[in-house]
């Protein structure tokens, strides 16, 4: 007893000093020596380094610049990074949800990092555990493990048993003693082995990789071929040295890693101005992506709160009053429906003394309570509890204006929580009662399945002899910028679907106020098809609103629409969306929401704020769409340096440029350029196929680029002018052709962006014009002929690439 004792009041203040505390790597950001390592150790910083020393020993040093260069990447990468981490943690420390654990006999809240071995942790419905542990105290207390298991019926704790974390309380309360804690618990081993816990997919990420990959394998022969070339054919060695350089260097994306990391980077730090966490970074891709977004109404459409409005008795002579204070009264961590009642009734009533109780869960559309003498009284949804008859229609009534309606019963034993049998409805066949939800709390509860049926006294009673007392409506409390932000999706070709646990009249009637379109063709949920996904997604692309959805549902429902080719998003904020969240190409968790799917999203909106997520798909879009066009605009350029490269080497002929030249072209065309189009605003929906289309662009016009200055370049080489104006020539035809190339990525062109190009081109003309940069650059644009030439060259060229990417863009893979 004394151990017992001991246990039940946690561990002293001096215990909690010496414990080993609950220290878990943060998920949403990496440390600062991985960002360095990431930024710095390269395989393709490793071979510009080589070659910069190689240029620095052998040749002229304005031949180092692009050294220089990727200096600054490396620099502008960690600032970068680093500012998104300080970001995301700070935003994570908002996010954490304290812990509610018992030391020296009194209830605290602690931050999950302050947590240690053997504390007390209390729990209630909603709440995630952090560690694993041993239930001591049981209240009703029932767990999800779905995400560990991937059962999803809760499971029933009493003292003794075993709780896991990343499991989470649904029902009732408990408590139970830290056993395991820090990397030491479940879930975090489970992260650590990327089971069941995954970062979203990031198709961008693995395309530039693999761009990477296959750069890296080809540059390493057609580079050895280059050099064997220049060095064999040139008199100079510095000069063959040089020319390899410029080649090889040319055929590297240097650049393309570091404005994928700074426009991932940049879009964590916008959202985060919004109080957007985003928990996995590859999840900014996945706002781009979605054409589908599932809404579950309380908590998104409506504010999580709700006011008690009616209580309209049905028969006379029943303490209704006395009976809604004792029920609301009956769990200490109350839902929104209790909180409401509560704000009215703000004490129990002298005499009402609890016996057996029933709490809300995910596997109930009610609770209930036995009072002793005074009965068994239960709270829950009127389609659940009863059975046709004049309260059942007056129920239906009051939920087609938009309020959640519940109904006050009596019954002559309290019906066993842990059944769920089928039941039939007023007009409809027999259904399974896992499938049926009510949000009594902004959590769906299942049906227990009172089966209902007429008393000899006309009564409305269930299986369990229930008689309907009182109805209560609740008003729900519509978001002001819920419409606005509807409107918005559908200018933005988002279909939205209302999928909720509450009656679909009334979800219907929440959803039609708010303008969304076909809201008043509304669906039962309990009559869709549970074995065939097939038909479960066509119901879903033709109807917008859904009732009575239970957890599992949810599930499906995502399930059903990815299969039908969507990417769907998932908003929610109880513990009913959990495994929905979870499934979804993005799962985004209201900031006011239980612990548990603030743990599972990978976007949270922390001021809960539904009128956030446009920004926050916008942002997804802008990143994805403009590393699309900052991919075209380095890929251009290795594509033909690497076609420049193999001429050159088979040919044995000396290298059109030097890299002096190339870091001017680069920087004009690529640098600076990329440096604005990855931080543009952009409304673009990216789609599937982002490798395909790139190369479709990449490919001809690299190949045209190459031609075109390998033809100025020879046109020029084969008259009497020198070698340095030979090279200008074919330095101008290669500025036109891949200045051509920038205008057309920038496409469509408003005020900035052909300032943007325009600028570059004025910056070229006047480094032409201006002595002491020809001279740094090495250009001597002397002989008009050559430089008409390539001029006239470059024009044809620029003809060729429009038509060549646009056929190109037209084909499919």
């Known amino acids: 007893m004394d151990r017992l004792s001991t246990v039940a009041n946690g561990l002293t203040s001096a215990q909690v000093v010496g414990a080993k505390p609950n220290h878990v790597p943060r998920r949403s950001s990496r440390s600062l020596s991985a960002i360095v390592r990431a930024n710095v150790f390269t395989l393709f910083n490793l071979v510009i380094g080589v070659l910069w020393a190689l240029v620095l020993i052998f040749g002229e040093w304005q031949d180092s610049l692009f050294g220089l260069v990727i200096v600054a990447n490396v620099l502008i990468g960690i600032v970068q990074e680093l500012r998104a981490k300080r970001t995301l943690d700070k935003l994570a420390v908002i996010n954490e949800a304290p812990v509610r654990v018992r030391r020296d006999g009194e209830q605290r809240l602690v931050q999950p990092r302050q947590v240690v071995l053997g504390d007390l942790i209390l729990l209630g419905p909603g709440d995630r555990l952090l560690v694993d542990g041993e239930v001591i105290e049981s209240d009703g207390l029932e767990v999800d493990e779905s995400l560990l298991t991937g059962e999803a019926d809760p499971v029933h704790k009493q003292p003794g048993d075993e709780v896991l974390s990343g499991s989470f309380a649904v029902a ?82 240097e650049g393309l890693v570091l404005m994928t990391s700074i426009a991932f980077a940049v879009g964590v730090v916008r959202l985060g101005r919004r109080k957007c966490l985003v928990q996995e970074l590859p999840a900014i891709e996945g706002l781009a992506r979605v054409d589908v977004l599932c809404l579950d109404k309380t908590g998104t459409l409506t504010a999580g709160g709700m006011d008690l409005d009616q209580v309209l008795p049905l028969r ?15 769990d200490h961590s109350p839902n929104a429906t209790a909180q409401a009642i509560r704000a009215r009734y703000q004490s129990a009533r002298d005499g009402w003394t609890t016996g057996e109780t029933v709490p809300f869960s995910s596997a109930r559309k009610w609770s209930g309570a036995h009072f002793g003498e005074r009965g068994a009284w239960v709270l829950g949804a009127p389609d659940v509890l009863l059975d046709g008859g004049d309260a059942y229609d007056r129920a239906a009534e009051l939920a087609a204006t938009g309020a959640r309606v519940l109904v006050l019963g009596r019954a002559r034993t309290l019906p066993a929580p842990q059944t769920a049998e089928a039941r039939t409805e007023p007009g409809r066949t027999p259904i399974e009662a896992d499938s049926t939800g009510v949000e009594a709390d902004g959590a769906e509860i299942e049906a227990d399945g009172a089966g209902v049926e007429a008393d000899d006294a006309g009564i409305e009673t269930g299986g369990a002899g229930i008689e309907a007392v009182a109805l209560v409506t609740l ?11 509807l409107r918005y999706f559908a200018k933005q070709g988002v279909t939205v679907k209302v999928i909720s646990g509450d009656n679909p009249t009334a979800v219907s009637a929440i959803a039609t106020g708010l303008e969304i379109p076909d809201a008043h063709r ?12 097939a038909k479960l997604g066509e119901l879903l692309d033709s109807h917008t609103v859904f009732g009575r959805v239970s957890p599992r549902q949810k599930r499906q429902f995502v399930t059903a629409l990815q299969a039908r ?18 499934d979804a190409d993005l799962g985004i968790a209201m900031g006011a929401g239980s612990p548990a799917t603030k743990a599972v999203a990978q976007v949270v909106l922390l001021d809960d704020k539904f009128a956030t997520l446009p920004h926050v798909v916008g942002e997804g879009r802008r990143v994805l769409a403009n590393i699309e066009r900052v991919s075209n605009l380095f890929l251009t350029k290795t594509f033909y340096a690497i076609v420049l490269s193999l001429l050159v080497g088979v040919a044995g002929v000396m290298f059109p440029f030097a890299p002096r030249h190339s870091t001017l072209t680069n920087a004009l065309t690529i640098g600076v350029p990329a440096l604005f189009l990855a931080l543009a605003p952009t409304f673009e929906r990216s789609k ?12 001809p016009a690299g190949v045209l680029c ?25 330095v101008i035809t290669l500025f036109l052709t891949t200045w051509w190339v920038l205008v057309l990525i920038a496409r469509p062109l408003n005020w900035w962006r052909i300032a943007l190009v325009a600028s570059m081109a004025a910056a070229f003309a006047i480094g032409l014009t201006i002595p002491f940069v020809r001279h740094f650059f090495a250009l001597e644009p002397g002989d008009l002929s050559n430089d008409l030439t390539a001029v006239g060259i470059s024009i044809v060229a620029a003809v060729m690439i429009s038509v060549a990417v646009k056929v190109a863009g037209t084909l499919r893979t």
């Open 706 to 730: 190459a031609a075109a200055v390998l033809l100025s370049f020879w046109a020029a080489h084969s008259g009497t002018s020198t070698l340095v104006e030979d090279q200008t020539s074919a």
């Open 475 to 485: 008003k729900q409390r519509v978001r002001p910028d819920a419409q606005e932000t």
């Open 316 to 330: 006379d002579g029943h303490p209704v009053e006395d009976a809604l204070a004792a029920l609301a009264h009956l």
């Open 565 to 582: 080719g969507h990417t769907v998003a998932m908003t929610g904020d109880g513990v009913n969306d959990v495994l929905a969240l979870k």
């Open 172 to 253: 009732g309360a408990g408590a139970f003693v830290a056993t395991r804690v820090g990397t030491d618990a479940y879930a975090v081993k489970l992260a650590e082995e990327a089971s069941k816990f995954h970062l979203a997919h990031s198709e961008l990420r693995e395309g530039v990789a693999n761009f990477i990959k296959y750069i890296t394998w080809l540059v390493i022969p057609i580079g050895a071929l280059l050099i064997y070339s220049q060095l064999k054919h040139s008199a100079d060695f510095g000069t063959a040295i040089t020319g390899a350089v410029a080649g090889i260097v040319t055929m590297i994306p």
């Open 688 to 699: 599937p196929g982002f490798v395909p289309r790139v190369l479709r662009f990449a490919v």
């Open 522 to 533: 509304s669906i039962d949920a309990r009559d869709l098809p549970y074995d065939d996904e």
